[in-house]
């Protein structure tokens, strides 16, 4: 017989289902049922409960909704069991066990699943608890939250037909607060509850205990295959077919008078990483009244001063699970009537600034290992870093609006939207920036949250579900802004008495000092220049093989890209330098001219500009290698487009009927000469398809004193500044090349005009030549092409278009979408490298090119440079380094240290 439920007691016995390994275990009960049953096992306070597995919820699914045989009456003898460990009897007035039903998946997925509190009362069980307790309004709270529980959680009753139930008791009852209501009002309550739950449902709220557990399992399963959990897996990356395991643990209550506290807290600041217990809680409540924001909560620092003797057992069993987990943790407690009680732990969410310094801590503390702390890290955390704030000198003349809790750091700034349907819509549809404001955020609002640039709420704490939400998915967010008022009916939020926001108004949003100014405001990139993060990164160049250098067009941009640790140039684009105002004439010019003498004289004037700009580079770059690309692109990139010349051409044909003076037509006529020149020029310089036509090494030979004038440009700049003590190392990249004849013709003459400079300058320079790989010819003859070429970079962007045979510009706004969507291709090909394709080129290259020519260097320069998977892909192919744009730099660094752990 299959065992599909566990007590808490009993989790070497899972362990033994699971071969001894833990990760097993996790998958088995779920990461809050695993963890559940170890603190058990280490003796922290845990109430008695058991977990129905995952098993248990794949096979009830694979069944049509079916409980698997025998899982039903395992359930009921663990019952039985938590009777005898607690001393109660479920469903017995005068000694009532109560329990609760909680969703436990693998992964957290806070606020993902649905749970339901206080199972096992009816009416007969409320007046025995009452006659025991003594606490009438205890228990009919109790009640009332079970039956609300069970018809929205169970039944898909909307939580709101509630909600107005109670926001109309307090009305009647003249208090401000659910926690002034007293017994009567609740029991009043509970039973329009009930007429809720009858009209709804069209049965009668289920009185027996046992109907309820039933019930409430069910509703766990069938959650797992709900929309806003399987929007969360989406997003998250988590896999569908887990499942997710059911815990049912006995109730222990915070709402029993002053002397009860619930709460949630996690044992770091999960925003900034300070070792220090962070959270939220309050006195006379219970757990969800924490998470949903309906009361404002207390800070964990104020539990120092009314419990202080709870407050340090709990800080004591927080670092003795810190210690065990080697990770901070996301705990659950309830206190009552002076008892703490822990009612999860698990490995707390958190910023991308929190996860570095925490892991940069933890090392230092001896809990982990460099190793561990550099995989901890995730390279796209990293990205956090380089989020935008908002503008320092925007903010100095701005006035907030509003403050609130800085749950998740970085500036968004947007159009309000009221709800997440319509946040998704004007996101996606629309393309707007949004920000999502609500009263408080559920799990429905999930698709919007992730639409949104950022998320503002008028309730909510640091553990709330907007905060749990946007700190995983690295969303800035403002939360508990209680000044804000939200009509969700006029589309309107007021704050004060004065100002109003309407629904697609601009507002601004500093998550990391919980700030909101009115309109939108500009935002900057911050500098990298954490004291953690570069400890972490400096780990990760200790651990990594893959070089890691950077594309750069302009000294700055070769600084930046030193200044996050590049280790050189990978990719300097020529042509990006000819589209600077002052040089793009000369270009035309060149490109226009009629005869050699003109062509050459416009080469020539464009000389000393290229020079300028390798001699900022070099500085820049001293001591490192800078890979310099000669031009690339066909020349009519550089032209007015066919299209923008005729419309040019027919409106001044037009307007010239209307000039009556000389001088105007004069003028006119010069420009429709001029533009006439320019339509010949493009219409014999056009091509069926140009990126396969006249560019690269096929223009260096057709034009050789374009590319002659780059590299005496290169070595020029190189001799000056060696002059100055920099050390140079260029390398010159000859792009496209299909075949080594090609790759040879060029190559010799551009040498000669190298070591000609040189001889000019008397300096020596140490230098290479060499070409990208991105035609499928190229890296098929890479043998061949390497007796010439002395280093290969892989233009992957090329590459992969030429492999795949799409063009990138059309695919992505076109078919490939549609392609990912349906799954005929599980990912972007120019995101993340084609491992069996163009990886498999790429692997035939490094091979072949290096058979020829042992050692050779050998890089990538297309975007995969800065993409982690794809970094992973160059890794295990044996690449020298990644080149990709200065902001990725950082992320590269971490991901090849990921890269190379995962080869050990």
């Known amino acids: 017989m299959t065992k599909y439920v566990y007590l808490f007691n009993e989790v070497e016995q899972a362990e033994a289902h699971m071969n001894g390994e833990w990760e097993g275990v996790r998958g088995l009960l779920g990461g809050k049922g695993a963890n559940l049953a170890d603190m058990t096992r280490l003796n922290v306070p845990v109430p008695p409960g058991f977990t129905v597995s995952t098993e248990a919820c794949n096979a009830y699914l694979d069944a049509g909704s079916h409980f698997p045989a025998s899982m039903w009456e395992q359930e009921l003898e663990a019952v039985k069991a938590i009777e005898k460990q ?6 017995d007035p005068a000694n009532p066990l109560l329990v609760s039903c909680r969703s436990g998946a693998k992964f957290s997925m806070p606020g993902m699943m649905d749970t339901i509190l206080n199972i096992g009362l009816n009416d007969d069980v409320a007046a025995g608890m009452a006659k025991l307790t003594g606490d009438d ?12 529980m069970f018809g929205s959680v169970a039944m898909d009753v909307s939580d709101e037909l509630f909600e ?11 208090v401000q607060n659910d926690s002034d209501l007293t017994a009567a009002d609740w029991m009043a309550v509970t039973e329009k509850f009930k007429n809720i739950y009858r009209a709804y449902t069209h049965s009668e709220f289920p009185t027996d205990p046992y109907d309820q557990l039933k019930l409430a399992t069910e509703a766990v ?5 709900g929309k806003r959990a399987i929007d969360y897996r989406n997003a998250a990356g988590i896999a569908h077919d887990l499942g997710t395991a059911v815990n049912i643990q006995t109730m222990v209550f915070g709402n029993m008078g002053d002397t009860s506290a619930t709460g949630v807290a996690m044992t770091r600041n999960a925003s900034t990483g300070e070792p220090e217990l962070e959270g939220d809680f309050l006195v006379n409540a219970q757990g969800e009244d924490v998470v949903a924001g ?9 539990l120092q001063e009314i419990m202080p003797e709870l407050y340090k057992e709990f800080d004591a069993i927080g670092k003795r699970l810190e210690a065990h987990y080697k990770n901070m943790q996301d705990l659950e407690f309830t206190i009552e009537n002076g008892k703490l009680w822990l009612l999860q732990t698990r490995d707390g969410k958190r910023t991308a600034q929190a996860e570095v310094r925490i892991a940069v801590d933890m090392v230092e503390e001896g809990l982990i290992s460099k190793e561990t702390a550099v995989k901890r890290v995730k390279p796209e955390q990293v990205d956090f870093f380089l989020h935008p704030q908002l503008d320092s000198k925007a903010v100095k003349n701005t006035k907030p609006i509003a403050t609130g809790l800085n749950v998740s750091p970085g500036a968004a700034v947007g159009v309000v939207a009221f709800d997440a349907d319509t946040a998704e819509r004007w996101a996606k549809a629309d393309g707007k920036q949004v920000i999502m404001v609500r009263p408080e955020t559920k799990p429905d609002d999930v698709h919007g949250m992730l639409a949104a640039q950022g998320i503002l709420t008028s309730r909510g704490g640091r553990t709330s579900h907007a905060a749990l939400v946007a700190r995983q998915f690295g969303k800035p967010a403002v939360v508990g802004v209680s000044e804000l008022e939200i009509n969700l009916d006029t589309r309107v939020m007021t704050i004060g008495e004065e100002l109003t926001v309407k629904e697609g108004d601009w507002i601004s949003l500093d998550g990391t000092d919980g700030i909101v100014y009115l309109g939108e405001l500009p935002t900057v990139v911050p500098d990298m220049n954490n004291p953690y993060l570069i400890k972490l990164l400096s780990w990760a160049d200790e651990i990594r093989d893959l070089g890691v250098w950077a594309n750069a067009d302009y000294p700055q941009d070769a600084q930046r890209a030193r200044n996050y640790g590049a280790e050189g140039i990978g990719l300097c684009r020529t042509e990006h330098m000819f589209f600077e105002p002052e040089r793009m004439p000369i270009v035309q010019q060149m490109i226009m001219a009629k005869s050699k003498s003109v062509q ?10 290229q020079r300028s700009d390798f001699e900022g580079i070099f500085r820049a770059m001293n001591g490192l290698t800078v890979i310099i690309r000669l031009l690339d692109p066909p020349l009519h990139e550089f032209l007015p487009s066919y299209e923008d010349l005729v419309a040019s051409l027919a409106d001044l044909k037009v307007r010239l009927q209307h000039f009556h003076t000389v001088s105007e037509i004069d003028e006119a006529l010069d420009e429709i000469r001029t533009k006439q020149d320019y339509l010949e020029r493009v219409e014999a310089l056009q091509e069926m398809n140009p990126m396969l036509g006249t560019r690269g090494v096929r223009l260096g030979i057709l034009i ?10 290169i070595f020029e700049a190189a001799c000056n500044v060696a002059k100055e003590g920099v050390v140079v190392k260029p390398e010159v990249m000859i792009p496209l090349t299909s075949h080594v004849n ?8 551009l040498e000669a005009v190298a070591k000609k400079v040189m001889a000019e300058k008397g300096t020596e320079i140490d230098y290479l030549f060499g070409t990208m790989i991105e035609i499928p010819r190229a890296a098929l003859t890479a043998g061949e092409i390497a007796e010439v070429a002395q280093f290969f970079s892989f233009g992957t962007n090329d590459l992969t278009q030429t492999t795949f045979g799409i063009s990138r510009d059309d695919a992505e706004s076109g078919f490939l979408m549609e392609y990912q969507q349906r799954g005929i291709l599980d990912r972007n090909p120019f995101a993340t490298i084609d491992a069996k394709g163009v990886g498999k080129l790429m692997g035939l290259a490094v091979e072949a090119g290096r058979e020829t020519r042992p050692g050779m260097e050998i890089g990538i320069c297309g975007e995969h440079g800065g993409d982690p998977e794809s970094i992973a892909i160059c890794h295990n192919l044996g690449l020298n380094y990644v080149s990709c744009s200065p902001f990725r730099v950082p992320i590269a660094r971490l991901a090849a240290a990921h890269a190379a752990l995962a080869d050990k």
């Open 137 to 148: 309004r205890f228990v009919y709270d109790s009640y009332r939250r079970l039956v609300q």
């Open 221 to 225: 399963f069938k959650s797992w295959n």
């Open 294 to 302: 309906i009361r404002i909560t207390q800070r964990m620092s104020e």
């Open 164 to 174: 107005e139930v109670i926001t109309k008791q307090r009305e009647k009852a003249g």
């Open 742 to 749: 090609e790759l040879q013709v060029q190559q010799e003459t």
């Open 86 to 91: 607690t001393g109660k009897i479920f469903g």
């Open 704 to 713: 050789p004193e374009l590319t002659k004038m780059q590299v005496r440009a």
């Open 600 to 609: 050459n004289e416009a080469i020539a004037k464009l000389l000393p500009f």
